[in-house]
């Protein structure tokens, strides 16, 4: 849960004593199954809490399902270009995984995050779609949803798809096909960069995190396999050989929880914030698509306004009755090419503010999992040791 304010002088500031601060927080809680077979899904409980007028100053609790999230998303990367859009999690299409505890609440979990990272952006909270989604109830999303045209209705929502149309181009270019029309700017360029060495290294993180989770689980069955192992040699043996073969299984049995338990921390602590941010990085790509888009637009307007002028005054030198739609032609295309000429713009200020924002939360992000990563490293190392250390005078006394 977040909560976010803002100043005296944002555009909803609460109509309560100008001594309250404004807070907009959201809640994704209680996920439950419904339907059955392939019709089955499960739904959230998204619970509000602001004192933002426009959210009618009581708390709001609706019903949503991953579709209405990615509804909201779409929205969101059509609207507000040049902002990095919070990333969701991937939709899960194996059966015996996508309906398991451990799923659900993986995606319970970064739904919340998801939710909560729109919510506390200045720009993106003030979004009227985050308030149809946190305040409509469900037959109005359900019909928003059916109406949705957006680029992610037409294309698999997935945002590595835009990457693909980007690598076709690459492509082209390679094989002379096409000529780039590529932004010439160092520091954008530095970005890039920047932007695709990270998702390397955060998946490379990611996928030894996956490795070490998988590994604590499985010594933490085999600690309960040789537990059963030990108790029941202890039980064959008898005396005291047994007794200290039985509490040897016991407590590898208890360690064998206790791994079980850190494997699971580890998951949701560690694996799943470094999946997201990988996530938020493709998110980040496809702002920089969206950004090389905006460019080539503006390039070929210029180009084309150039043929226009040319056509245009060899028309007045020949006196051409066409002169006159010619002038209108010019003066819409200038029009539009000086929007998009601000759109790129825009695009290129909202993303300098975005890269540093997003470095900062990352840095927080971060620290906090390495941080929660090493002091679960501690804690179960500990426990480990002290177990094992507890039974070195039994042991010694059945050697001896």
């Given at each position: 849960?977040?909560?976010?304010?803002?100043?005296?002088?944002?555009?909803?500031?609460?109509?309560?004593?100008?001594?309250?601060?404004?807070?907009?927080?959201?809640?994704?809680?209680?996920?439950?199954?419904?339907?059955?077979?392939?019709?089955?899904?499960?739904?959230?409980?998204?619970?509000?809490?602001?004192?933002?007028?426009?959210?009618?100053?009581?708390?709001?609790?609706?019903?949503?399902?991953?579709?209405?999230?990615?509804?909201?998303?779409?929205?969101?990367?059509?609207?507000?270009?040049?902002?990095?859009?919070?990333?969701?999690?991937?939709?899960?299409?194996?059966?015996?995984?996508?309906?398991?505890?451990?799923?659900?609440?993986?995606?319970?979990?970064?739904?919340?995050?998801?939710?909560?990272?729109?919510?506390?952006?200045?720009?993106?909270?003030?979004?009227?779609?985050?308030?149809?989604?946190?305040?409509?109830?469900?037959?109005?999303?359900?019909?928003?949803?059916?109406?949705?045209?957006?680029?992610?209705?037409?294309?698999?929502?997935?945002?590595?798809?835009?990457?693909?149309?980007?690598?076709?181009?690459?492509?082209?270019?390679?094989?002379?096909?096409?000529?780039?029309?590529?932004?010439?700017?160092?520091?954008?360029?530095?970005?890039?960069?920047?932007?695709?060495?990270?998702?390397?290294?955060?998946?490379?993180?990611?996928?030894?995190?996956?490795?070490?989770?998988?590994?604590?689980?499985?010594?933490?069955?085999?600690?309960?396999?040789?537990?059963?192992?030990?108790?029941?040699?202890?039980?064959?043996?008898?005396?005291?050989?047994?007794?200290?073969?039985?509490?040897?299984?016991?407590?590898?049995?208890?360690?064998?929880?206790?791994?079980?338990?850190?494997?699971h921390q580890l998951l949701m602590n560690f694996e799943e914030p470094l999946k997201d941010y990988v996530r938020a990085?493709?998110?980040?790509?496809?702002?920089?698509?969206?950004?090389?888009?905006?460019?080539?637009?503006?390039?070929?307007?210029a180009e084309t306004i150039k043929l226009k002028e040319i056509n245009l005054d060899k028309l007045l030198l020949t006196?051409?009755?066409?002169?006159?739609?010619?002038?209108?032609?010019?003066?819409?295309?200038?029009?539009?090419?000086?929007?998009?000429?601000?759109?790129?713009?825009?695009?290129?200020?909202?993303?300098?503010?975005?890269?540093?924002?997003?470095?900062?939360?990352?840095?927080?992000?971060?620290?906090?999992?390495?941080?929660?990563?090493?002091?679960?490293?501690?804690?179960?190392?500990?426990?480990?040791?002290?177990?094992?250390?507890?039974?070195?005078?039994?042991?010694?006394?059945?050697?001896?």
């Amino acid at each position: 849960m977040i909560t976010t304010q803002r100043s005296s002088s944002g555009p909803l500031q609460s109509s309560r004593s100008p001594s309250s601060p404004s807070y907009l927080s959201v809640s994704v809680t209680d996920p439950v199954k419904l339907g059955n077979g392939v019709q089955a899904y499960i739904s959230y409980r998204v619970i509000t809490k602001s004192n933002f007028p426009e959210y009618q100053g009581t708390d709001k609790i609706v019903i949503r399902r991953y579709s209405d999230f990615v509804w909201l998303r779409d929205r969101l990367f059509e609207r507000y270009k040049g902002i990095f859009i919070p990333p969701l999690p991937e939709k899960s299409t194996v059966e015996k995984f996508r309906f398991s505890a451990e799923f659900i609440e993986m995606r319970r979990q970064a739904l919340d995050v998801f939710v909560n990272r729109v919510a506390s952006h200045q720009d993106l909270q003030q979004s009227e779609d985050l308030r149809t989604f946190l305040l409509a109830d469900e037959e109005t999303m359900e019909r928003l949803r059916s109406q949705d045209t957006g680029i992610f209705k037409k294309k698999p929502a997935d945002l590595m798809q835009i990457f693909k149309d980007v690598q076709s181009k690459v492509t082209d270019v390679v094989l002379g096909k096409e000529k780039p029309v590529e932004e010439s700017n160092p520091e954008y360029e530095k970005m890039k960069h920047y932007i695709f060495e990270l998702e390397n290294h955060l998946a490379e993180a990611q996928k030894h995190a996956y490795r070490l989770v998988k590994r604590h689980r499985e010594l933490g069955q085999s600690l309960s396999d040789f537990g059963k192992a030990a108790k029941l040699l202890g039980a064959c043996e008898g005396d005291t050989l047994g007794k200290a073969f039985s509490e040897v299984g016991t407590k590898s049995e208890i360690l064998s929880v206790k791994l079980q338990k850190e494997a699971h921390q580890l998951l949701m602590n560690f694996e799943e914030p470094l999946k997201d941010y990988v996530r938020a990085v493709q998110s980040i790509k496809a702002t920089i698509a969206e950004r090389a888009n905006a460019f080539r637009h503006q390039c070929e307007l210029a180009e084309t306004i150039k043929l226009k002028e040319i056509n245009l005054d060899k028309l007045l030198l020949t006196r051409s009755d066409k002169v006159g739609e010619a002038e209108f032609e010019y003066k819409e295309l200038k029009a539009e090419s000086e929007e998009a000429t601000r759109r790129f713009e825009t695009i290129v200020r909202l993303m300098n503010e975005e890269i540093v924002r997003f470095q900062e939360q990352k840095t927080q992000d971060m620290g906090v999992a390495f941080h929660e990563f090493a002091k679960g490293q501690a804690r179960l190392a500990n426990g480990i040791a002290d177990a094992w250390r507890s039974l070195l005078p039994k042991l010694e006394a059945c050697s001896s």
